[in-house]
C-alpha cells in the first residue's frame, strides 16, 4: 500500500507587480542594446559609472525637489531597521551620479563624461513601457559649461538612433533660462493661472504657488487652452541664455539634426536650467518619449558640492526595445559558432579537452548535453544544433575519434564546406570558427 505524501507544497511566489523578469532570448536583446551604446560611449569618450541602488531619501528630495510627482508620489522609501537611516530605491541616476563625483573629488582635475545603465524604481500604474521598476541608460557630462556639450550629447543620442536603425524619433528643444529669469516668468506664470483659477484642478491649484512650472507639463485636457495661453519662459531669456540657445540650434543645423522648438516642455525634476530636450515618438502610445535630459547647473550645489556645470540625459531601455519591436527592428545578436555533437558517452573527455581548447581562442560552443546518460541520435542532435542557431555543428563521431580528427560542418549559407580538424591542436583552426572571421 503506497502512503499518501502529507507534505503541503509551498505556495507559488510571483514576482512583484511591476517589475519583470527578463528571459532568454529576449535577453539577448537587452545584451546587445547595451553593447552598442557602451561602443556609442567610447565614441564620444564616456567612461562607465555605477551608483548604488540605494541611496539616503534626503539625495532625492533636495535634488529633484519636495513638489515633484516623484518625491511626492512615486518613490520606494523605507527607514534602515538597524539605525533609523531614510534610504531610498533609486527613482533616477542623475542626482547618484552628482553624489559619487562630489564624494570623491572627481572633478579636481577637471570635467567628466560619464556613462551609466541600470533599473530604477518608481511606485506608479505599470502600463506599456512604464513599469515599478524600470531601466534606463543615461550619459552625464559634468564640469562642463559649453553650449558644445549640450549639442554633443543630443548628437549622440540621435546617431544611436541611426545605429540602431529606428526612425519617427523626433526631437523637441527649449529652454528654461537662468533662475531671475525662471523668477520673472514664474510671477507672470502666477498671475496668468489665478485669472484662470476656475479651469484648474486641484494639483494644479496646490502647486500654483509651490512650483507652477510644473503646470505647464499637466496633460489634464481641461486645463490645455489655458497652459496654451500662459507666458512662454523664451520670451524672458536674457542675452546670454538666448546665445546659449542658438549655439544648439546652430550645431544641430550644421549637423542636419532636425528639431523642433517646444516652449511648452518643461522636465520633471526641478534641477533644471537652460537647455531642455526629449526625443518622442508617435509608436508607443501615451509613452512617447524615448530619452530625455537637459542642462542643470545648480544640483551639485544644492546636493553639498562646489558650484559646477553639468549637463545629461537618460533612455528608458524598455522604450527603446518596445520602438525597436514597433518597428520590426531588433539589434543584431552574435550567435553562437558552434554545436558540439557527441554520440558517444566515453569520448566526452577527450571531446570537452578539445572544446575547452577552441574556448580559450574564442569560440563560443555550446555543447549537446546529456551524453552522459546515453547518447541521443545523431538526427536528434542535428536538429537541436540547427536550432541552435550556430554557424557550425563539430561532429566527434566514433570514426573521427579513432583517427584523431573532428567533422567541421556548415550549418548556415555561406559557412565554410565540411572538412575535418584535428583535436590535438584546437588552436591551429578555432579562427576559421568564429563569426568575424
Known sequence: MVEKSTTRRAEKLSAVKGMNDILPPESAQWEALESTVRLMMRRYAYEN???????????????????????EKEMYS??????????TLRPESTAGVVRAVIEHSMLYNGGKRLYYMG???????????????????????????????????????????????????????NSLGQPAERTLHRAALIAHFEQHADSLDEEARRRLHLNPLRLLDSKNPEMQSVIEAAPKLLDFLGEASRAHLDTVMSILDANAVPYVINPRLVRGMDYYNLTVFEF???RLGS??????????????????????????????????LE???????????????AYAIVPDAASLPVVMACLQGLRAHGVSIQMHAGSAEGAASMKSQFKRAD??????????????LAQGVVT???????????????????????KSLQSNA
Not at 50 to 69: C, K, M, S, W
Not at 78 to 87: I, K, P, Q
Request: proline share 5%; aromatic share 8%; hydrophobic share 45%.
Open 387 to 400: 536550432a541552435s542557431g550556430a554557424r557550425f555543428a563539430l561532429v566527434f563521431g566514433l570514426d573521427e
Open 49 to 71: 559609472i555605477r551608483t548604488p541602488i540605494v541611496e539616503p531619501t534626503a539625495l532625492f528630495v533636495r535634488g529633484l525637489g519636495e513638489v515633484t510627482d516623484i518625491v
Open 323 to 337: 520602438l525597436l519591436k514597433e518597428q520590426g527592428l531588433s539589434v543584431n545578436v552574435a550567435s553562437i559558432d
Open 287 to 320: 509613452q512617447g518619449t524615448v530619452c530625455a535630459g537637459g542642462r542643470y547647473d545648480y544640483l551639485m550645489e544644492q546636493v553639498g558640492g562646489k558650484p559646477a556645470p553639468a549637463v545629461g540625459w537618460a533612455m528608458g531601455v524598455e522604450r527603446v
Open 119 to 173: 533599473p530604477m524604481f518608481r511606485h506608479e500604474r505599470p502600463q506599456r513601457g512604464r513599469y515599478r521598476q524600470f531601466h534606463q541608460i543615461g550619459a552625464e557630462a559634468l564640469g562642463f559649461s559649453g553650449a558644445e556639450v549640450d549639442a554633443e550629447l543630443i548628437l549622440m543620442a540621435h546617431a544611436l538612433w541611426t545605429e540602431l536603425g529606428l526612425t519617427d524619433v523626433a526631437l523637441q528643444l
Open 408 to 430: 567541421v560542418k556548415a550549418l548556415r549559407d555561406g559557412a565554410i564546406a565540411q572538412l575535418t580538424q584535428p583535436l590535438s591542436h584546437p588552436e591551429q583552426w578555432a
Open 280 to 282: 518622442v515618438t508617435t
Open 78 to 87: 523605507f527607514d534602515d531597521r538597524l539605525n533609523g537611516e531614510a534610504l
